[in-house]
């Protein structure tokens, strides 16, 4: 099993599709990492707003901003997490084995819901990944992990309110 894990915070991301809102102070208590020192060099060139924290055996598209942002309550604190893997396929795979899931660091809180996987296809992700919905049910410091044919990837974000 490879377990990706940097420093003994993890690493803090916004991930998904929601509209960038106003930058959001993150509390000193999540102490929210941007952009990894070594980047991994993904499926595809990303675009300047994001990256890929992982490796060959699993990787996660994340937000260099630092937080997961612009869903407010209204929205239920729901986004998208676009994973990947090398040689990952929807055509073979359109419901792949990936298990997501997410735990609060800064307070007591249930865990998020997270759907099924499914599958995407972009040029962004240099054509197939795998695709899971997250809602937190409060904003806050989390931690999410992800699984998948023996490899892990977990990252924290900070989820503006």
Not at 40 to 56: C, K, L, N, R
Not at 67 to 73: A, V
Not at 83 to 103: D, F, K, M, N
Not at 119 to 130: C, D, E, L, T
């Amino acid at each position: 099993m490879t377990r990706l894990t940097i420093g003994t915070l993890g690493w803090f991301a916004i991930v998904g599709s929601t509209p960038h809102a106003a930058a959001v102070e993150v509390p000193s208590s999540c102490a929210a990492t941007t952009t990894p020192a070594r980047l991994f060099a993904g499926p595809a060139p990303s675009p300047a707003s994001h990256f890929w924290y992982g490796s060959e055996t699993l990787a996660v598209f994340l937000d260099r901003s630092g937080t997961w942002r612009g869903m407010g309550p209204s929205q239920d604190y729901r986004d998208k997490l676009f994973w990947w893997r090398q040689g990952y396929s929807g055509v073979s795979e359109p419901r792949p084995a990936l298990i997501v899931t997410g735990r609060r660091l800064d307070a007591e809180a249930p865990p998020p819901t997270v759907s099924s996987a499914t599958n995407a296809h972009h040029k962004v992700f240099g054509g197939w990944a795998m695709l899971v919905g997250v809602e937190f049910p409060a904003s806050g410091c989390w931690e999410m992990t992800g699984r998948y044919k023996g490899h892990v990837a977990s990252f924290v974000v900070y989820v503006a309110p």
